[in-house]
């Protein structure tokens, strides 16, 4: 498998339409940088479920899945699938948060997501971070969206089983959902690592990338 490598991670920007959509599409990528370089930078947004009991789960959750991470969190109270009639505020985030940050990496949601505020939230980041490399994470939903991606970061068994209980764990509102289950995370997990000959991974999308191979 062809491997690149990032020769300084210090910082990391995580942005969410709703919460829960950071854990569930890069929770084990989360876990693997933060656990490999204590202190790393986390800085998140996600666009709706401030003041509810959502907020208080994203805390909780956000917490244990970057550990020993220095984390920042903003969560807005943007309505559950209404993002294109409060764009001006997501964009306005968004580019508050760019203002406030220099990434070394962004994880978003992946364009090619069915779902509506996923998406919308997808074509805003590459707006506001422009020289920055974006990783478009996937999430698992009835819709059937699961496409070819092109950028892996393998996990670790133990990894990956601690993403799914922390998923069960922290996230006690989403339970009821038909799709939130181990048996869905670890199965699409283990389907990415096939594709990249590991045991687990999670996959992203790569809109646009460019190399320095000749230093």
Request: aromatic residues 6%.
């Given at each position: 498998?062809?491997?690149?490598?990032?020769?300084?991670?210090?910082?990391?920007?995580?942005?969410?339409?709703?919460?829960?959509?950071?854990?569930?599409?890069?929770?084990?990528?989360?876990?693997?940088?933060?656990?490999?370089?204590?202190?790393?930078?986390?800085?998140?947004?996600?666009?709706?479920?401030?003041?509810?009991?959502?907020?208080?789960?994203?805390?909780?959750?956000?917490?244990?899945?970057?550990?020993?991470?220095?984390?920042?969190?903003?969560?807005?109270?943007?309505?559950?699938g209404r993002m294109s009639a409060h764009?001006?505020?997501?964009?306005?985030?968004?580019?508050?948060?760019?203002a406030a940050t220099d990434p070394d990496?962004?994880?978003?949601?992946?364009?090619?997501?069915?779902?509506?505020?996923?998406?919308?939230?997808?074509?805003?980041?590459?707006?506001?971070?422009?020289?920055?490399?974006?990783?478009?994470?996937?999430?698992?939903?009835?819709?059937?969206?699961?496409?070819?991606?092109?950028?892996?970061?393998?996990?670790?068994?133990?990894?990956?089983?601690?993403?799914?209980?922390?998923?069960?764990?922290?996230?006690?509102?989403?339970?009821?959902?038909?799709?939130?289950?181990?048996?869905?995370?670890?199965?699409?997990?283990?389907?990415?690592?096939?594709?990249?000959?590991?045991?687990?991974?999670?996959?992203?999308?790569?809109?646009?990338?460019?190399?320095?191979?000749?230093?």
């Amino acid at each position: 498998m062809i491997r690149l490598g990032a020769a300084r991670l210090d910082r990391i920007v995580a942005v969410g339409a709703h919460c829960d959509d950071l854990a569930i599409g890069a929770g084990g990528t989360l876990l693997t940088m933060c656990l490999a370089r204590p202190g790393l930078r986390v800085d998140a947004l996600v666009l709706s479920g401030g003041g509810s009991e959502r907020e208080d789960e994203e805390r909780a959750a956000l917490a244990a899945f970057c550990p020993g991470a220095e984390l920042g969190l903003t969560v807005l109270k943007l309505p559950d699938g209404r993002m294109s009639a409060h764009w001006n505020e997501a964009k306005d985030a968004v580019e508050e948060l760019r203002a406030a940050t220099d990434p070394d990496l962004v994880l978003a949601p992946r364009t090619a997501d069915a779902h509506q505020d996923h998406r919308g939230l997808a074509e805003l980041v590459p707006t506001a971070f422009r020289d920055h490399l974006v990783l478009g994470y996937e999430i698992v939903k009835w819709d059937g969206d699961l496409g070819r991606m092109a950028a892996y970061q393998p996990l670790s068994p133990e990894i990956a089983e601690q993403k799914v209980r922390l998923l069960q764990e922290h996230y006690p509102s989403q339970r009821h959902r038909p799709w939130y289950d181990r048996e869905a995370f670890l199965g699409l997990a283990r389907i990415r690592g096939i594709e990249c000959h590991a045991r687990y991974a999670e996959a992203f999308d790569v809109t646009k990338l460019t190399l320095n191979l000749g230093d």
